[in-house]
């Protein structure tokens, strides 16, 4: 079947750190990957997103490559703010239907 | 930016009452979701609704589970009778786009549902 699987927050960071949270997926046939961002009262939003193997996907500092050998899709930035702080979700698009995973809470500290 | 608005934001209700979540999707959007949260698990997909119709379902989407788009704008979730296993975060969802086009969702903040 279809999952995503993602590391467990929360995340506790200060601010300039490097940040990596982990995403892995199983899937049948040639799923589009996606990273979801959720700030603080507000909904889900698409953060970045990548359709096929070795994409790149990009915005606001965040990167994420789709790794077909490893089933990966790691979210990753070089030096997080204050201002990202928030939960990040992984999501997989295979067919119609979106499979999100449980959410990691980021928490970046002055 | 244009914004799906979901009401309440929180909602707390005895086991068996009926419940009634509700969304304004964007206003030209013509797919619209539901998923729900259960604390510390996955974001669960419920339902897609197209042309007045349910276009997919999950198991999660019993028959205690409706929607309804009755105004042209409004778009609802009703559980009939809910149990303790309802308690969860909902999120209703909406796209311009469907099925294999579709690949962004926008999403409302959610309305918090507490069963007692």
């Known amino acids: 079947g279809n999952s995503v699987t993602q590391m467990e927050g929360p995340v506790t960071l200060s601010e300039e750190a490097f940040l990596t949270i982990n995403c892995t997926y199983t899937?049948?046939?040639?799923?589009?990957l996606f990273w979801y961002v959720q700030y603080p009262g507000e909904g889900l939003q698409l953060l970045l997103k990548a359709t096929k193997a070795d994409d790149k996907g990009s915005n606001k500092g965040f990167e994420a490559t789709y790794r077909k050998e490893t089933t990966s899709f790691h979210l990753e930035k070089g030096s997080v703010q204050v201002s990202d702080s928030a939960v990040y979700f992984c999501?997989?698009?295979?067919?119609?239907?979106?499979?999100f995973g449980t959410g990691t809470s980021l928490t970046v500290i002055p | 930016e244009p914004e799906v608005t979901q009401t309440p934001s929180h909602q707390v209700t005895q086991m068996g009452q009926e419940v009634i979540l509700r969304c304004v999707p964007i206003s030209n959007h013509l797919y619209f979701y539901w998923y729900r949260q259960i604390l510390g698990q996955k974001v669960e997909f419920l339902v897609s609704f197209y042309n007045n119709e349910i276009s997919e379902k999950s198991e999660i989407f019993d028959d205690q589970f409706s929607v309804e788009r009755p105004d042209g704008s409004n778009f609802t979730l009703k559980i009939r009778s809910t149990k303790l296993e309802d308690s969860a975060m909902y999120f209703c969802?909406?796209?311009?786009?469907?099925?294999?086009?579709?690949?962004?969702?926008?999403f409302g903040s959610g309305t918090q549902l507490s069963v007692l």
């Open positions: 999501a997989l698009k295979a067919g119609n239907q979106f499979y």
């Open positions: 969802a909406s796209s311009q786009e469907g099925g294999q086009i579709n690949e962004k969702l926008f």
């Open positions: 899937a049948t046939g040639y799923p589009s």
